[in-house]
């Protein structure tokens, strides 16, 4: 994983998935994280409320910005998504999603 430590004030990252946003990691925690992740995902506001509004119509369900953001990510196209269809049943017990790569 690519990045450098860079703290930021909390007070300059505004998003409406507060329920997500955190203290940024220390020295060492960004260390770790940079040698053991496979990348990050992001996604803006409005991709969010756009995932919100896909769950209430199609689900009908009512998430808040913190829980829709894996859907926000799967609908912008951000993750390889595995379809339990593709393939017959052995072939789907062997498939292996590609991990997503680290768009932003």
Do not use: W, Y
Not at 7 to 12: K, V
Not at 19 to 33: D, E, M, R, V, Y
Not at 42 to 70: N, Q
């Amino acid at each position: 994983m690519r990045g450098r430590h860079a703290p930021h004030e909390p007070a300059e990252a505004r998003s409406i998935c507060d329920a997500l946003q955190s203290s940024p990691p220390g020295k060492i925690t960004f260390a770790i994280n940079r040698k053991l992740l496979a990348g990050i995902l992001t996604v803006s506001d409005a991709e969010v409320e756009t995932a919100m509004a896909t769950a209430f119509r199609h689900l009908r369900l009512v998430v808040e910005p913190g829980g829709a953001v894996a859907l926000a990510a799967a609908l912008a196209g951000r993750i390889e998504l595995c379809r339990p269809d593709d393939g017959d049943r052995a072939e789907r017990r062997q498939r292996r999603c590609q991990r997503p790569s680290s768009r932003r």
